[in-house]
């Protein structure tokens, strides 16, 4: 290996490399004021959520020039790009599943926009393509967004995304000729599709929006439909809509032998559970459990009327337990109860539960029997994420995947006979974790909880602050973030940098509680969190302040949004994405209802509206601050956190600004919130990232290369 430093002036870098301030496009600042519980509070920027007003479209190309000319300017960015292409050109592929004798896997040969879905036919014969989304838009904005399989392979039911919109067109796949059957089902998000025998499918779907931007508008209600294999939507029979309750949102799911198909209403992170057979499609569903906000059902497998179900009714950091359908009180039986340790998730393979737990923010399985008697553990390579294997009951083998911060996702075939995992799939990534280690290190939040922070880096790390570090986060909606690889992070590590995740209240890393500590009234505890962790960095002198990035998105937007607000000085750069960053008004656009149960609603109670506009970051802008150096990134068909808000977070920083430190926004075309993202495009985003933190950061990047 030989080191390739990029060239550079060293007088630029002795510092942050900040030029004058910048001319930022005009924004005029309205006077729209909105009065909660006896309080006035303006919203200046209000004119920006008419997303396709002429004004706000040409205020939108002016910042997108701005920071096109600004980021193309800095020297460094063509080899970054050059370099993180090269790093990024490795095949992918996914851990190989079969339903019948038709076993699929997907597989990127290295840049392909979209992963391909190919089948063969049996587990080692010669591969076919199925579905190439690549040859669905030239520009590779369109996506497989899910799929779902007749339990003999015979047909796929897929969706496709565009352009990073959530809404999905469904499609029915024969798989053994690869061509498409006429049913096409629009209007559909956040649905899977879920078989009846070869009959039909269930799914569902919003009325078609009647006015205004149709990628963007408020969601009304979801229904839940039976959709007939062979015949139009029009014929489709609706089963159920929440007219009564449009904050819901519905589902379906199947035992793997189809002998129930379950229903489930769900509001924020809980959910009902209701069921029917197979054999009787037309009659109602039968209710277990009555809808609860913080309680979920999920349902494992089945053995005749004995549901397995993974459930946190009271058990807060989750347990697995059985429900008899003949039991008119739908007792839960322990099987295996909670432990100290939160449960993520369950297979059923053969007569064994593999159940996966998080200890410490890192994944452990163990296996116990249908009675719930511990018979082993499924060994993993470190401490890092996945090893809950997935297959079909009576499968012998089974396949599951591992990473971490420098361990790439690896696919490994597990004999459930014998318990011994072998590597099936290791990616073949320009990437050497030797010189690198991740640590577990542990801060104290201002309420004295014990936080604890991953952070990758260099084995000869200078302890002298001179490292820059990117400090990411998240911190909602019971998500777990454990050690995951990514190819952008590995292209930071060779640059030169470090690299921080901390776990926060709010997630579902230490079950509910933690959770809990997290939202609503308590959501000010995840904010001190990342604060607590940015201040351990520097005091034990991973890094310091000017040569600290704080990062997140969606959620994690906020926690950005919310840090540089309230601690401006504790950051050298900031990069907020897809975040919602308007506290008052989020639950007006897209699917912003579904966030109330973590954040609560400025219209709901004195209560919640005073503790939201205590730590919205829109409303938290004070005029002459000196904030750090931010990229405001968001997307312009982000329909699940509406790009609103980030384009009045960037003018009014713009308009607050007291120093010459760059805020910039930079909005994405024909993408979305993240997910079926072209590589092309995620190619671009992190040069200009990882650009914009060179200059402001101020230092030399160094890549690692053959």
């Known amino acids: 290996m030989r080191r390739v430093v990029f060239a550079v002036v060293a007088l630029l870098f002795a510092a942050p490399a900040l030029a004058a301030a910048l001319t930022y496009p005009a924004a005029p600042r309205g006077t729209v004021t909105d009065t909660y519980f006896g309080t006035t509070v303006a919203d200046p920027y209000r004119w920006l959520e008419d997303v396709d007003a002429t004004q706000t479209t040409a205020w939108v190309k002016a910042e997108g020039n701005l920071t096109r000319s600004y980021l193309d300017a800095i020297p460094q960015r063509t080899a970054i790009r050059d370099a993180f292409r090269k790093l990024l050109n490795y095949e992918k592929v996914g851990a190989p599943y079969h339903h019948g004798t038709f076993w699929f896997f997907t597989r990127n040969s290295g840049l392909q926009n979209q992963s391909v879905l190919y089948v063969r036919d049996g587990e080692h014969g010669t591969p076919r393509v199925l579905l190439d989304p690549n040859t669905l838009a030239s520009d590779g904005t369109v996506a497989l967004a899910g799929q779902s399989f007749t339990r003999d392979g015979r047909y796929m039911a897929y969706a496709t995304e565009s352009s990073g919109s ?46 205004g931007n149709a990628t963007l508008s408020a969601l009304g209600v979801q229904k839940l439909y039976f959709h007939t294999l062979g015949t139009p939507q029009s014929a489709d029979r609706l089963v159920y809509a929440s007219t009564a309750h449009p904050d819901q949102f519905v589902g379906t799911a199947a035992t793997e032998d189809e002998r129930y198909v379950f229903f489930f209403r769900s509001k924020g992170n809980g959910n009902s559970l209701s069921w029917k057979r197979r054999d009787e499609p037309d009659s109602a569903f039968r209710q277990i459990y009555d809808l609860d906000p913080n309680v979920n059902y999920d349902v494992v497998g089945d053995d005749g009327n004995r549901i397995y179900v993974q459930t946190n009714r009271d058990a807060p950091r989750s347990r697995l337990a059985y429900v008899d359908l003949t039991d008119p009180q739908h007792a839960l039986h322990d099987i295996v109860p909670q432990s100290a340790d ?22 452990l399985v163990r296996i116990t029997d249908l009675r719930g008697r511990a018979v082993g553990t499924i060994d993993l390579p470190g401490i890092g994420s996945g090893g809950l294997p997935g297959a079909h009951r009576t499968d012998r083998f089974a396949y599951y995947s591992f990473t971490s911060f420098t361990y790439p996702t690896t696919i490994y075939k597990y004999d459930t006979k014998t318990g011994a995992s072998t590597i099936a799939v ?18 104290t939040s201002k309420d004295g909880t014990k936080i604890p922070v991953f952070i990758t880096h260099r084995k000869d790390l200078p302890l002298d602050g001179s490292t820059p570090a990117i400090l990411y986060g998240y911190g909602g ?11 952008a992070v590995a292209m930071w590590l060779q640059m ?26 308590n959501k000010q505890h995840v904010f001190d969190d990342f604060e607590a962790a940015a201040q351990l960095l520097i005091d034990r002198k991973f890094t310091s302040s000017a040569k600290l990035a704080a990062n997140g998105g969606s ?46 609603s400025s219209e709901a109670s004195a209560d919640q509206f005073k503790y939201l506009y205590a730590y919205s970051p829109y409303h938290n802008v004070k005029d002459g601050t000196h904030y750090p150096p931010t990229l405001v990134m968001t997307s312009d068909h982000d329909d699940r956190v509406y790009p609103a808000h980030s384009f009045k977070f ?10 010459d430190a760059p805020i910039l926004l930079r909005v994405e075309s024909k993408a979305g919130h993240g997910a079926g993202r072209p590589t092309e495009k995620i190619i671009d985003e992190v040069a200009d990232r990882y650009a914009f933190l060179v200059k402001n950061l101020g230092f030399t990047p160094t890549i690692a290369s053959p």
Do not use: C
């Open 166 to 211: 959530d809404w999905q067109t469904w499609h029915v796949k024969d798989v053994a000729t690869g061509r498409d059957l006429p049913d096409t089902i629009e209007w559909s998000k956040f649905s899977g599709a879920t078989w009846v025998a070869r009959r039909g499918f269930y799914y569902a779907a919003y009325d078609k929006p009647q006015s």
């Open 342 to 363: 939160p449960l993520q998730g369950v297979s059923l393979i053969g007569n064994r539960f593999y159940a996966d737990y998080l200890h410490d923010a890192h994944s």
């Open 426 to 443: 290791r990616p073949k990534i320009a990437f050497d974790p030797a010189p690198f280690v991740t640590e577990q290190i542990f801060t």
């Open 477 to 487: 909606f019971n998500i777990s973030i454990t050690p995951y690889f990514s190819s």
């Open 496 to 521: 030169g940098g470090s690299y921080a995740v901390v776990t926060l209240r709010g997630g579902g890393e230490y079950g509910d509680a933690w959770h809990d500590a997290g939202r609503l009234a």
């Open 555 to 600: 959620n994690g937007g906020l926690l950005v949004g919310a840090a540089i607000t309230q601690r401006p000085d504790l950051f050298g750069a900031a990069i907020p994405e897809v975040g919602v960053l308007d506290m008052l008004r989020f639950q007006k656009f897209t699917v912003g209802k579904a966030w109330v149960t973590d954040y609560g």
């Open 650 to 659: 960037a003018a009014a920083l713009q308009h607050a600004q007291a120093g």
